[in-house]
């Protein structure tokens, strides 16, 4: 089991910056793929980013490439997302997810946490 918990969001507005992290605790030795997701109101929650377990994959989805980038510092037990030139389409609740066997866009992560609220004023 691993336990995941997500800060960094904010209010920012358009153009700007922000950096999410998700700090993994419990059985952090082993490892796992990483992946971020959004929700934004009434929609559905959609993939972002993920990290592949080695490190050395990424993917994206098509609206934040260029703009987002997601890494990890295994010392700190730490996956980030930079999201940069941000736009109002960003708002939503990002949340970070983990899993020890799946690496991909879709909803299959075993382990997620709660969520933080990121907001792009125009």
């Known amino acids: 089991q691993v336990q995941l918990v997500e800060s960094g969001g904010g209010l920012v507005q358009a153009g700007g910056s922000l950096r999410l992290s998700c700090a993994a605790s419990g059985r952090t030795s082993r490892s796992y793929a990483w992946a971020w997701f959004r929700q934004a109101p009434g929609k559905e929650r959609e993939f972002v980013a993920a990290?592949?377990?080695?490190?050395?994959?990424?993917k994206y989805t098509d609206s934040v490439k260029g703009r987002f980038t997601i890494s990890r510092d295994n010392a700190k037990n730490t996956v980030y997302l930079q999201m940069n030139s941000l736009k109002p389409e960003d708002t939503a609740v990002y949340y970070c997810?983990?899993?020890?066997?799946?690496?991909?866009?879709?909803?299959?992560?075993?382990?997620w946490g709660q969520g933080t609220q990121v907001t792009v004023s125009s």
């Open positions: 990290l592949s377990w080695s490190g050395d994959s990424t």
């Open positions: 997810a983990a899993d020890l066997t799946y690496y991909g866009s879709g909803w299959h992560y075993d382990y």
